[in-house]
């Protein structure tokens, strides 16, 4: 990586992305309104793409080749917003030039390929922080603390619910095919909540899914999927996904113990009951998080860029610090596992031991 962690304090860390669709602009924005972070660059296949995407970011060097962004010494991270089934090889090609990694969710489609980029990061000593912003969210974050501190007791129901809308026209590119989307409402638009709530409840140990093409019939991936969890500990809970319905909800989150519940809607708590009340409960229940992350429920780009500005400022920081990023690819691993499992569950007809 160019540049001593002494020297990087002083200094902004160079950034360059690799892939020009509409996520692409809200990594943009977010590295923009970062501390120490700033856009150095941009490689895409299309020249007039990268050419443009600079042009609209203030952007300095633009490239159709991946290798000569990351072999540049002014960049120090780069950001992959590829297709999903096409992050493992700029990502390679970044990690092996010393650099450090933000990638899209998911990480790759199968742990095969994230399990090949985690070896080469490790080996080559740099972060790799998969983007799964709705960690950074109050909401999640107190859940999280709740659970860390036992307030909930012993899970007995965890779920997760993601019933979103999505044009006939979205589906026109690579979205909801195998090859480079691996699948479709469950690893593009529910992953999120089924980070979370494997954040939260941790892996299942044991999953059976119901996978169907409700109104998307020309898509090679599912719109439509069901799935019953088992867990560890006996608790059990459920995943619902969907790209087919209106007008569209934000993603839902339920957590039941036998002290207490809460949910998560969105990125805002909409209940928060416990046996045991403590003096911050109800302002818990009143809070709303004022960068509010937006949803994507019925349109893909209504959503902030906040979300990704806070895991790209973590990542700065880490740096700087030199220590381990909040999320990283090893953690992030695990909804592609999980979700593969359902896949696997789905097209077997039974039930997937994790």
């Given at each position: 990586?160019?540049?001593?962690?002494?020297?990087?304090?002083?200094?902004?860390?160079?950034?360059?992305?690799?892939?020009?669709?509409?996520?692409?602009?809200?990594?943009?924005?977010?590295?923009?309104?970062?501390?120490?972070?700033?856009?150095?660059?941009?490689?895409?296949?299309?020249?007039?793409?990268?050419?443009?995407?600079?042009?609209?970011?203030?952007?300095?060097?633009?490239?159709?080749?991946?290798?000569?962004?990351?072999?540049?010494?002014?960049?120090?991270?780069?950001?992959?917003?590829?297709?999903?089934?096409?992050?493992?090889?700029?990502?390679?090609?970044?990690?092996?030039?010393?650099?450090?990694?933000?990638?899209?969710?998911?990480?790759?489609?199968?742990?095969?390929?994230?399990?090949?980029?985690?070896?080469?990061?490790?080996?080559?000593?740099?972060?790799?922080?998969?983007?799964?912003?709705?960690?950074?969210?109050?909401?999640?974050?107190?859940?999280?603390?709740?659970?860390?501190?036992?307030?909930?007791?012993?899970?007995?129901?965890?779920?997760?619910?993601?019933?979103?809308?999505?044009?006939?026209?979205?589906?026109?590119?690579?979205?909801?095919?195998?090859?480079?989307?691996?699948?479709?409402?469950?690893?593009?638009?529910?992953?999120?909540?089924?980070?979370?709530?494997?954040?939260?409840?941790?892996?299942?140990?044991?999953?059976?899914?119901?996978?169907?093409?409700?109104?998307?019939?020309?898509?090679?991936?599912?719109?439509?999927?069901?799935?019953?969890?088992?867990?560890?500990?006996?608790?059990?809970?459920?995943?619902?996904?969907?790209?087919?319905?209106?007008?569209?909800?934000?993603?839902?989150?339920?957590?039941?113990?036998?002290?207490?519940?809460?949910?998560?809607?969105?990125?805002?708590?909409?209940?928060?009951?416990?046996?045991?009340?403590?003096?911050?409960?109800?302002?818990?229940?009143?809070?709303?998080?004022?960068?509010?992350?937006?949803?994507?429920?019925?349109?893909?780009?209504?959503?902030?860029?906040?979300?990704?500005?806070?895991?790209?400022?973590?990542?700065?920081?880490?740096?700087?610090?030199?220590?381990?990023?909040?999320?990283?690819?090893?953690?992030?691993?695990?909804?592609?596992?999980?979700?593969?499992?359902?896949?696997?569950?789905?097209?077997?007809?039974?039930?997937?031991?994790l």
């Open positions: 990586m160019s540049g001593s962690p002494a020297s990087q304090k002083s200094t902004s860390l160079g950034f360059g992305i690799v892939g020009v669709g509409m996520i692409a602009d809200f990594h943009a924005q977010a590295i923009a309104h970062t501390h120490g972070g700033q856009l150095r660059g941009v490689a895409t296949r299309n020249l007039e793409n990268a050419q443009a995407f600079a042009r609209k970011h203030t952007v300095p060097f633009a490239t159709t080749r991946v290798e000569e962004l990351v072999a540049r010494p002014e960049i120090d991270v780069v950001c992959i917003t590829t297709p999903s089934g096409a992050h493992l090889e700029p990502a390679l090609a970044a990690v092996r030039a010393g650099k450090h990694v933000v990638v899209e969710k998911p990480i790759e489609i199968t742990t095969e390929r994230a399990d090949e980029l985690l070896r080469a990061a490790d080996a080559a000593g740099v972060k790799v922080s998969p983007i799964f912003q709705a960690r950074f969210t109050e909401g999640a974050r107190t859940i999280k603390a709740a659970i860390e501190a036992g307030r909930f007791g012993r899970l007995v129901l965890a779920s997760a619910y993601v019933k979103w809308h999505r044009s006939k026209e979205y589906y026109t590119g690579w979205k909801g095919t195998l090859k480079l989307d691996g699948g479709g409402a469950l690893i593009n638009q529910a992953i999120h909540a089924i980070d979370l709530l494997q954040w939260f409840a941790g892996l299942p140990a044991e999953v059976f899914s119901w996978n169907t093409r409700a109104v998307h019939t020309g898509i090679e991936g599912e719109d439509t999927a069901v799935a019953a969890l088992r867990y560890p500990n006996g608790a059990l809970g459920t995943i619902e996904a969907t790209t087919a319905v209106k007008p569209g909800w934000a993603r839902r989150i339920e957590l039941a113990g036998e002290k207490g519940s809460a949910i998560l809607d969105g990125d805002h708590i909409s209940r928060w009951d416990f046996v045991d009340a403590l003096p911050g409960d109800e302002a818990i229940r009143n809070a709303k998080d004022l960068a509010e992350l937006g949803s994507g429920a019925s349109v893909p780009n209504a959503i902030s860029f906040e979300g990704h500005r806070r895991q790209i400022q973590d990542l700065i920081d880490a740096v700087r610090e030199n220590r381990p990023v909040a999320i990283d690819g090893h953690e992030a691993r695990k909804a592609v596992a999980l979700i593969r499992g359902l896949y696997a569950s789905a097209q077997r007809g039974a039930p997937v031991k």
